[in-house]
């Protein structure tokens, strides 16, 4: 009402504006008191009121929900987890207000299906409860995190290849299983990486395996542990093929068809062995490079269980004329 010239303004600096109540809305009604003039010309006016209405919103208070989490478990290849309460605390709240967190709908999830320690997990369906929950808003959870332990598994079916003896303990796995994991993950046994022995290094069949240092491989491997990094299996050590040559001996003409060889092989180094056999010539008469029948052959000595030989042989010499 001043005149449009006039030095004229509100001194809001004591005035207050009171809603006509503290709960959230729309255009809720402000009661101001305490109006005051300022300016130039203020003495030149009176106001007819020292107080005034006009209306605003009261919007809900963001709260944050911390002191849910998840209970630990071990990996199953899901995401899923079950909701531990802890201490539900809610950070932004009005000391005094009757405001709590229900839970009974809430659901929790790890954010991938990995093991790992400490993992974040996403909390969901929390909502607010009490007298004074339709003045705030849950727009945040920061939940506790949990552990996915690895999940132990064991080996089955292990399998060691057979092999020809050669004079030593080793053994190569070849194939194995797994019980325990879970469908469609990608997990095997590392077979590079254990280490496979006889128990001694003689030929035999369905001889004990020892096995070592198994390891797992593949995409999943990081989400099992193996119960034991050992195992047992069985395979068969196999008679080493001895190969046999024989060197004729020369002579002179005797009469008869008898004669000597040298014999060489190619057996493990150090390994005991002898070889028995008969020797002679296919006829009696003196010429060069005459062909002589190795027959009777047989191996003895310690380490002859682990040889195989052929029974019989052959070579050649020449007998001289004889000079009389």
């Known amino acids: 009402g001043g005149l449009g010239s006039d030095d004229l303004s509100f001194d809001l600096a004591g005035a207050q504006a009171v809603f006509a109540s503290k709960l959230v809305g729309i255009d809720n009604p402000v ?10 010309d203020a003495g030149n006016y009176a106001l007819a009121s020292s107080g005034g209405q006009t209306t605003a919103s009261i919007s809900p208070r963001p709260l944050t929900l911390t002191g ?20 539900p605390t809610l950070q932004g709240l009005i000391t005094g207000d009757a405001v709590s967190v229900d839970l009974s709908q ?8 990995h093991a790992g320690v400490a993992k974040p997990v996403s ?14 808003e849950l727009t945040q959870t920061v939940p506790a995190g ?10 089955a079916a292990l399998v060691v290849d057979d092999r020809v003896y050669d004079g030593s303990t080793r053994a190569t796995l070849s194939g194995g299983s797994l019980q325990g994991t879970i469908a ?33 491989t593949g995409a999943d491997a990081g989400n099992y542990a193996l119960a034991s990094p050992s195992g047992q299996a069985t395979a068969s050590i196999l008679a080493r093929p001895l190969q046999l040559q024989f060197l004729g001996l020369d002579k002179v003409y005797d009469g ?17 062995l002898t070889i028995d056999y008969t020797a002679a ?23 002859a269980a682990n040889y195989s030989a052929p029974s019989t042989g052959s070579a050649s010499a020449t007998i001289a004329v004889r000079t009389t």
Request: proline letters at 4%.
């Open 281 to 303: 010539f296919v006829d009696r008469h003196a010429g060069a490079a005459r062909p002589i029948r190795v027959d009777a052959i047989a191996l003895r000595g310690a380490d």
């Open 31 to 40: 009661s101001i008191i305490g109006l005051k003039l300022a300016g130039a």
């Open 146 to 155: 949990a552990t996915i332990s690895p999940r132990t598994i064991s080996t």
């Open 184 to 216: 469609g993950d990608t997990v095997a046994l590392d077979l590079a990486a254990g280490e496979a022995r006889f128990a001694d290094r003689n030929v035999g069949t369905g001889k004990p395996v020892s096995l070592t240092g198994l390891k797992l």
């Open 106 to 113: 809430a659901t929790a999830r790890f954010l991938d299906r």
């Open 68 to 87: 849910v989490g998840a209970a630990d478990r071990v990996y199953d290849g899901s995401t899923s987890a079950t909701l531990v309460a802890g201490s």
């Open 123 to 136: 909390v969901s369906g929390a909502t607010l409860a009490g007298g004074d929950a339709g003045n705030y």
């Open 256 to 272: 008869s068809t008898a004669a000597q060889v040298d014999p060489t092989d190619d057996r493990v180094p150090g390994d005991q």
